[in-house]
Structure formats: C-alpha cells, structure tokens
C-alpha cells in the first residue's frame, strides 16, 4: 500500500475528515522526519508504514480524551513531535508547547514548525522540572515517558484547576493504577488502526489550583 493512501485509511479509520491540506502536512512531516534522522536518529522508527502507524496514527488517539474548543496543551517530552504536532495538524485551533530538553530534537520542531507554518504553537527547550511558573495550560500530555504518579507530581504544576493530564500506556497500566492513591481518573483503551496494538490513555484531572501564575503566552 503506498504511503499516502496508508495515511489517508488510517485517518479514516479514527473517524477522521482531513483536508488535502492536512494530508500534504502529514507527508511533509514524515520526509522531514526521515531525513533528519539519518543524521540526528531521532527515532528508530524508519519506515514510511510505521512512522504512519506508529506515531502518526497512535499520537492521534490522544483526540479520544483531549477537551474540545481552543484549549492550551504542553506535550512533556516531546522529542521528534509525538504526540503534539499530529494533533496540531487536526486541530488547529488549540494552542501548543513542545517541552523538549534535547538541542537536537528542538531544532527538528522548529524546523518542522516552519515547514508546516503551524500557529499558535513554541518549542520549550527545557525540562519539564525546569517550567513551573512559566506557562500554564488546560492539558499536559505525554508519550509513555513517565510513570503516571511521576507525570502527576512533575506536570500538574503547569495545569489550570479542572483541566487533565493524558498518558499513553501499555498492556501493564492497570498494575501501575491498582499502586495509586489519591489520584482521580479515567482510563479510556483504544485501538492503532491498522496494526494490533492497543494503547491506554490514563486521563488524570487536576482539582487544585497551582499557586504559580503564568508568565507565558502563546502570541
């Protein structure tokens, strides 16, 4: 199957309706991926069909829990932009920070961030331990970087009162949530179209309030 038409049915598939637009988006996304990765191995995922489904695709089940209307997302741990810029490619609208302490890493962002002339969107080339107090958003999202504990005591700091925090896990989450106390959630599991893999996104809301108030907005 050619890669664009891979895309275009795995789209489908998560009830999708994209633009040609979006589309040409995705494909830019991918060549710019792979051409850097062979200098800087930003990711050992290499093919055309498994960078669609292993990170195109996957980072957009994420759309399952993420809170409609123009909201403001940091993606902790960004790396090569998974999942936070397929979800900007769909939703337009909100407002995103990539939080990544790699050089090399922020500097494939604000290249792909030109490449698709995204709005609304800044590269943060720092630890998430290093933000607090600088911006607070409505949702902190991660890639199966952290424990959920360890994402809870690192980015609620960051999130307005009410608003959510979202991880993607494996086939052991509910091992690590029968371990949790005093964390309210939800657990929503979801299918990578095209492939076998389940993921399990652990949506975590934040009710307190952080004391810092934000210094930084997107312009």
Do not use: C
Not at 65 to 89: N, R
Not at 92 to 118: H, Q, T, V
């Amino acid at each position: 199957m050619e890669t664009e038409e891979l895309l275009r049915k795995g789209l489908i598939a998560l009830g999708l309706t994209t633009s040609e637009q979006q589309i040409e988006a995705f494909i830019t996304y991918l060549n710019e991926l792979k051409k850097w990765n062979r200098v800087y191995n930003l990711t050992g995922i290499k093919k055309d069909e498994d960078i669609i489904v292993k990170h195109f695709l996957d980072s957009l089940l994420y759309l399952e829990a993420l809170p409609a209307g123009k909201i403001e997302v940091a993606d902790i741990g960004s790396g090569a932009g998974f999942p936070g810029i397929p979800l900007k490619i769909i939703r337009p609208e909100i407002g995103l920070y990539l939080i990544e302490p790699s050089g090399k890493k922020s500097a494939f962002l604000r290249n792909i961030i030109r490449k698709l002339d995204l709005k609304k969107i800044e590269v943060i080339e720092k630890r998430v331990e290093d933000i607090k107090g600088l911006l607070t958003v409505d949702v902190a999202l991660t890639r199966a970087l952290f424990g959920v504990k360890e994402f809870a005591r690192k980015a609620s700091p960051l999130v307005r009162e009410g608003g959510v925090l979202i991880l993607s896990k494996g086939p052991r989450v509910r091992e690590e949530l029968k371990n949790l106390k005093d964390i309210r959630y939800d657990l929503l599991t979801v299918a990578i179209p095209l492939s076998e893999i389940k993921r399990h996104l652990v949506v975590v809301i934040i009710n307190e309030k952080p004391s810092d108030q934000s210094l930084h907005a997107l312009s």
